[in-house]
């Protein structure tokens, strides 16, 4: 039986990479956000922050043991699956990746501990410098990561010898075109995504009437942070889509489902794009549209899919429906800063049920939100591996299919369990809710953020300790 | 220039997967010894003792192969597809053993199978490293620059027994470490499990040192050929040396703590020097060595000047972390 070692390796890492950045993106905004509460317990010294941080540490920690797990994997198989790119760029972006170990991955690696472990063993101040020096790692983690990812979009600063890319300038390279505008696009939906967990989060508790001062306080500064970056991605991401266009002309013509640079300059909303075809179905477009947002002049023209054999253009249908979805998702997370900050404003923000049963149910929009936008960016690059230099079919390892076949059903497999897993665990966290940490910490104080959770589960399922797998555990608390 | 930055890049990552193993290798151990134990109690205390390290320890993984692609590109681009399916299995083993110990507390009381996920993942991950390393030091086929093999050339009677050597190592590591680092029933296991495990780990040792040269000439010529066997005969002395006084030590445990474990840590180093005398200054044996698979010295010279200001950083803030969570962890207190 043949395989397609290309597209085998091609599925596999876009597997493991779509579940990794689900959590990377999640800790950057929740240690931002534990962070601040840290910082306004240690200002105000009220003891709601505490409670807040301490619930959302538990969260972050089940995340970000998802993050690291799944991101290791990330460091080795640019080399098991794609060694040839890997010889190819490891001159100019292996030192990029190694930046980030060093600046960032033992950062948040290291005070990790202190951060998880540390709330009866540090003073206050210390536990929060952790958070922040977590917080800072994970940004910086981004920034190298973005780079490298840049780097495969938008070359700069290097040049080709017997097919092997030599660094010149690495300024230019660090900071390729693409390079800030992708990094401020990631954090910006980092925060966003993060602060639409946590309004849902406190909706959630508002409806069914628990933890009510706390979720009230969940809910403002969600609504806040929605308000402000909300319209600020929608800002940023105009200026990057202008920035691929003058540099990765064809992805930004998948994007827009635009076959024909003759008949560009109308935005279309809908329709069905044909790769062999090459036209859409069912198109709705609005005149003039596209020329405004992409020119903004009001006939201007850019270049269609036409403009290069069909073997160079990338997969249309996806990009361009990835695309809707990611806009689609920044759209309504603007309307919903607006109306959450309308009705803060008239005072009736706890007490609208429409809003927050709406509201409850988007914790997951920013998510796909940033998976749908790398879709787009990855998807929108082919058929390159590194644009314009490296195409992504000569870019693999020679490994045969079938080793990629096995391993990509283990990682599916192993994935599913744990990482479904994790997301049961994560919910379950939400249900116990704040109070679990701060107000009923258990006699002793527990020794680790999660054992509060322990107690609680096991209240919740009614089950002493002795009737948990292992008798022993039975002798554990009668020594109490 | 040319001649001594892949020198001292082999230096840096020769150090990075040297630390790698000592302090993974005792988190690992805690794990290949969670079977040893059926007690919940002793379980929390030894998952408790390394649980605020295991993440920065794994952290020295991603140093070695991230170092390996920054330093060697043409060395990562052959070694990783020489061994795709060991190190794909250890990265899925390591999965599981690394979110276990956020499952297990979540998971409460029904963490059967979190114990289960972070003793196998445990394992499973050091025998892979044991494998990739047996597999490595018989060296890799390469044709035109590229991974010349089959998939499973990995996969010997000499990689097998270099997988349970380490399995048995790291397991000696985790025994040492709960015999220096906890009191009452997890620090006795340590103490029951040491001694075994330091027999097998030798024996081990002992069957590498021989089937070796044995095997590979370049090998034998490298420690037999004059004058060098007048410099490394010491070195298989100082490990003889060494491992008896490791043994008389877990004797007397009571009076020596923290004795054990500083001396397993000398007896992995002490192998890992001969491992490094007998293939230098080759990186992909037989064929490449450090300077055919070195990246542009451009790219050497730019990390290096980062790694000179960031890895004192790093090892700095690495040893606070440690002195903060220092002292014994006792049954039922975990760090408070």
């Known amino acids: 039986m043949e395989f397609d070692p290309v597209l085998l390796a091609r599925i596999q890492f876009a597997f493991t990479v779509s579940f990794h950045i689900i959590f990377p993106a999640f800790t950057i905004g929740l240690s931002a956000y534990v962070t601040v509460l840290l910082l306004l317990w240690l200002r105000t010294g009220d003891e709601k922050f505490h409670r807040l941080a301490r619930f959302w540490t538990k969260i972050f920690a089940v995340s970000f043991a998802m993050g690291v797990v799944s991101g290791i994997v990330l460091s080795y198989q640019f080399g098991t699956n794609w060694s040839r790119f890997s010889e190819f760029s490891g001159n100019v972006i292996g030192p990029l990746i190694g930046y980030e170990v060093l600046t960032a991955f033992y950062l948040e690696a290291t005070f990790l501990g202190i951060m998880l472990f540390g709330w009866n063993r540090v003073p206050p101040w210390l536990l929060t410098l952790a958070s922040a020096l977590v917080a800072i790692g994970t940004a910086t983690s981004a920034f190298w990561i973005l780079s490298a990812n840049s780097w495969m979009q938008t070359p700069a600063g290097h040049e080709i010898r017997d097919g092997v890319a030599f660094p010149l300038d690495w300024l230019q390279i660090i900071f390729n075109p693409s390079f800030p505008l992708r990094l401020a696009h990631m954090l910006t939906a980092a925060y966003l995504t993060t602060a639409a967990v946590v309004l849902a989060v406190g909706a959630r508790y508002l409806l069914a009437g628990n933890y009510t001062e706390d979720a009230k306080t969940m809910l403002r500064m969600a609504v806040g942070m929605i308000f402000v970056t909300a319209p600020l991605q929608l800002f940023i991401g105009d200026m990057h889509g202008l920035n691929t266009l003058e540099h990765q002309p064809m992805k930004v013509a998948a994007m827009e489902g635009n076959w024909n640079t003759e008949t560009s300059g109308h935005f279309v909303l809908f329709g069905i794009p044909s790769q062999s075809e090459e036209k859409n179905h069912f198109e709705i477009a609005i005149p003039y549209a596209g020329s405004l947002v992409l020119t903004h002049s009001w006939d201007g023209k850019y270049p269609g899919l036409n403009e290069v054999p069909p073997e160079e253009r990338p997969p249309v249908a996806n990009v361009f429906f990835a695309f809707r979805i990611m806009v689609g998702i920044g759209l309504l997370l603007i309307a919903t800063g607006l109306a959450g900050a309308y009705l803060w404003w008239r005072g009736r923000l706890f007490q609208t049920p429409w809003f927050l049963t709406y509201a409850s149910y988007l914790w997951p929009v920013g998510f796909i939100a940033i998976l749908a936008g790398w879709f787009v960016t990855e998807q929108g690059r082919q058929p390159w591996l590194v644009y314009g230099l490296l195409k992504t079919a000569d870019g693999i390892s020679s490994v045969p299919g079938a080793s990629v076949l096995g391993t990509l059903i283990l990682f599916v497999f192993v994935y599913g369990i744990v990482f479904a897993t994790g997301v049961y665990y994560i919910n379950r966290l939400i249900v116990k809710g704040p109070q679990g940490a701060g107000a009923a910490a258990p006699a002793g104080l527990p020794n680790r953020p999660i054992s509060a959770a322990e107690e609680a589960a096991r209240e919740a399922t009614g089950k002493s300790p002795g009737d948990g797998p292992g008798k022993a555990v039975k002798n554990k608390t009668k020594g109490n | ?336």
């Open chain 2, 1 to 336: 220039m040319e001649w001594y930055l892949p020198v001292i890049w082999a230096g840096l990552i020769g150090t990075a997967v040297a630390l790698y193993v000592l302090l993974d290798g005792f988190d690992l151990g805690i794990g290949i010894l969670f079977p040893f134990t059926k007690k919940e109690a002793d379980r929390d205390v030894m998952m408790n003792s390394v649980a605020p390290f295991w993440d920065g320890n794994e952290t020295w993984l991603v140093l070695g192969g991230g170092g390996l692609w920054v330093a060697f590109p043409k060395a990562y681009a052959v070694i990783m597809p020489a061994m795709y399916l060991p190190i794909i299995g250890m990265l899925l083993a390591l999965i599981f053993r690394g979110v276990s110990f956020e499952f297990r507390w979540v998971a409460k009381p029904n963490h059967r199978w979190w114990d289960i996920a972070f003793a196998g993942g445990s394992t499973v991950a050091a025998f892979l490293q044991g494998v990739i390393l047996g597999a490595l030091i018989q060296g890799i086929n390469v044709v035109d620059g590229q991974y010349g093999g089959g998939a499973f050339d990995w996969l010997t009677p000499f990689s097998i027994l270099t997988g349970l050597a380490v399995v048995a190592g790291y397991g000696l590591l985790g025994a040492t470490w709960l015999i220096m680092r906890t009191k009452g029933p997890a620090r006795a296991l340590g103490q029951r499990m040491a001694p075994q495990l330091l027999l097998l780990m030798l024996a081990g040792m002992g069957i590498v040192s021989l089937w070796t040269p044995l095997s590979v000439d370049r090998i034998a010529e490298r420690w037999f050929s004059l004058p060098n066997f007048y410099f490394l005969w010491p070195i298989p002395l100082v490990t003889a040396l060494l491992a008896f006084f490791v043994w008389r030590w877990l004797q007397h445990p009571k009076s020596h703590d923290a004795l054990p474990f500083m001396g397993t840590i000398g007896l992995f180093l002490l192998g890992y020097a001969g491992l490094v005398i007998s293939t230098a200054p080759y990186l992909v044996p037989p064929h490449l060595t450090f300077w055919d698979t070195a990246a542009a010295p451009e790219s050497q010279i730019f990390m290096l000047i980062g790694t000179l200001f960031l890895l004192p950083m790093v090892l700095g803030y690495t040893a606070f972390v440690y002195w903060t969570f220092r002292g014994k962890v006792a049954p039922g207190e975990g760090y408070h």
